[in-house]
């Protein structure tokens, strides 16, 4: 169109999602949403110094994934706490990594209320030893 010589070219696009989300509500069907099926959320706490504990957290995860429970953690190497607090409203347990926690060999499991109101809460969870995190995580589950 633009050049001298044409070129060839034959092409088709559309959103086949946005075509099935249209077919279903003419059939009058609402689909339902999707809903986050993970039991375990690993957040990360500590000071600006720290290194974020990605490589920990990833550890955890992976003993959590082969033990068959769904968890979930911030890909981020230093994660804020209020987004990682955001991540796991809906999540029933989370596990907490700090830098003296992990020190001393433990983790800290915090059960989050129905509803994730959390505001007015002063439980902070209990310290249980790394090693036995995935067993004690079964337990509350």
């Known amino acids: 169109m633009y050049v001298k010589n044409p070129i060839p070219c034959v092409g088709i696009s559309f959103g086949v999602d946005r075509i099935h989300t249209i077919l279903e509500a003419q059939r009058g069907k609402v689909l339902p949403l999707l ?21 920990e957290r990833m550890k955890i995860a992976g003993q959590l ?8 953690y911030a890909a981020k190497v230093k994660p804020k706490l209020p987004q990682q ?3 796991a409203k809906d999540v ?22 129905a509803g994730g109101d959390e505001t007015n809460d002063k439980d902070r969870g209990q310290l249980v030893p790394i090693e036995n995190s995935v067993e004690e995580v079964k337990k509350l589950l």
């Open 65 to 72: 994934w082969n033990a068959g429970i769904r968890a979930e």
């Open 85 to 87: 607090f955001k991540a």
């Open 92 to 113: 029933p347990l989370a596990i907490l990594l700090g830098q003296g926690e992990l020190a001393a060999g433990q983790v800290r499991l915090k059960m989050h209320k």
């Open 35 to 55: 809903k986050r099926e993970v039991n375990v959320y690993i957040a990360s706490t500590g000071s600006k110094d720290s290194d974020g504990l990605l490589l």
